[in-house]
């Protein structure tokens, strides 16, 4: 079992930032693969981004490159997901996800990952 806890939502103004972070724990040593994905009120989990966690490569939602970045502290287990030019289409309950098997691809389904974390709010005020 994996345990995922994210944090650094809050409030903020467009145009402005924001860092989000999540933290691992238990069997981390087998993570193939993370992702943020977020979900807006009466809408679906939609995927931000993703990361392989030993190749560091990454992949974005068009509606975020440019934009948003992924990275990952292997030494922590730790993601981030630094977010630039927030825009109020942005605001979501942001959701932290890892996976430990091997599926090829980009890692951008919610059926790619066994585990999720509780979720984090981000508003982003116009």
């Known amino acids: 079992q994996v345990q995922l806890v994210e944090s650094g939502g809050g409030l903020v103004q467009a145009g402005g930032s924001l860092r989000l972070s999540c933290a691992a724990s238990g069997r981390t040593f087998s993570t193939y693969a993370m992702g943020w994905f977020r979900q807006a009120p009466e809408k679906e989990r939609e995927f931000v981004a993703s990361?392989?966690?030993?190749?560091?490569?990454?992949y974005y939602a068009d509606s975020v490159k440019g934009r948003f970045a992924i990275s990952r502290e292997i030494t922590k287990d730790t993601v981030y997901l630094e977010m630039n030019s927030l825009k109020p289409e942005d605001t979501a309950v942001y959701f932290c996800?890892?996976?430990?098997?091997?599926?090829?691809?980009?890692?951008?389904?919610?059926?790619?990952?066994?585990?999720w974390g509780q979720g984090t709010q981000v508003t982003v005020s116009s």
């Open positions: 996800a890892s996976t430990a098997t091997f599926r090829g691809g980009y890692y951008n389904r919610v059926s790619d990952y066994a585990y």
């Open positions: 990361v392989r966690w030993g190749s560091d490569n990454t």
